[in-house]
């Protein structure tokens, strides 16, 4: 009898000592599975902000696309364009929150102007080409290119596209066309800009014309100045 309460009190010995290193064998497992799937948590939702923000911008073909500023009417009503585009809240999306490059921010902020979202291309693996509108000297008439880097989820500054103002005998416009375009290969941009001005006494007019081109490469645009020649082939649609 004392034999096998012996033998009874080992094996119950063994079954608890070997039941505890299975727990904590599981814990340990648990532990080290928690990890990784909050750090893919964290992941998917910075992604999924990412992606939120870029399907607020419609994907358009750049090829041969014509960007011109948007007008108003005597009223003081936005007229129907392709560059009009969606409001992009400032304080959901952070991605806007760089007064470098949206000058307009406080305002923006304040909801007392917006910056909308038009479209978007994509130019390479590393960029897409963000096209957006925003303030520039009393209204939302600055169309821009501006990029956004794939792996960063990041707006960095680009160029303006299109704006027109007037003011005492003064107007400007500016337009751009895509001139050349193809993915991870060849993006060029050709912008006009002529501008309008009278005298003092409102009796002389002058008038000045640019042309130029820019070429994406490396991460930026380089431009050039093109012959006046050039500009027979790129009608401003708002010059009057």
Same mark, same amino acid.
């Given at each position: ?11 119950? &010995? ?6 505890? &290193? ?11 599975? #928690? =990890? ?76 007392? %102007? ?10 390479? %693996? ?12 009393? $209204?939302?008439?600055?169309? =821009? ?6 792996? =960063? ?7 303006? &596209? ?10 400007? $416009?500016?337009?751009?066309?895509? #001139?050349?375009?193809?993915?991870? #290969?060849? &993006? ?21 014309? #640019? ?15 093109? $012959? ?13």
């Amino acid at each position: 009898m004392a034999n096998n309460k012996k033998i009874n009190m080992r094996n119950l &010995l063994i079954f608890i000592v070997a039941t505890l &290193l299975t727990l904590t064998a599981c814990n340990n497992k648990k532990n080290q599975e #928690s =990890q990784p799937i909050t750090a893919k948590t964290d992941s998917i939702k910075l992604v999924d902000k990412a992606t939120e923000f870029l399907d607020l911008f419609k994907t358009v073909n750049p090829n041969g696309l014509h960007i011109y500023p948007p007008t108003w009417d005597k009223k003081g009503n936005l007229n129907k364009t392709p560059f009009e585009g969606t409001p992009i809240n400032v304080d959901k999306f952070s991605y806007v929150n760089n007064e470098e490059i949206f000058i307009n921010l406080p305002a923006y902020k304040e909801g007392l %102007s917006h910056i909308y979202a038009i479209g978007k291309f994509e130019i390479n %693996s590393e960029y897409w080409g963000l096209i957006v509108r925003q303030y520039s000297q009393y $209204d939302e008439s600055l169309v =821009q290119l501006l990029l956004w880097n794939k792996k =960063q989820n990041k707006i960095l500054k680009g160029i303006d &596209l299109a704006d027109s103002f007037g003011d005492e005998g003064w107007f400007f $416009d500016t337009e751009s066309w895509i #001139s050349e375009y193809k993915t991870n #290969s060849a &993006l060029k941009i050709v912008t006009r800009r002529k501008d309008s001005e009278f005298d003092e006494d409102f009796k002389n007019r002058t008038f000045t014309d #640019s042309l130029k081109t820019s070429v994406f490469t490396n991460g930026r645009f380089v431009e050039n100045q093109n $012959d006046l020649s050039d500009t027979v082939n790129f009608k401003l649609k708002e010059w009057k």
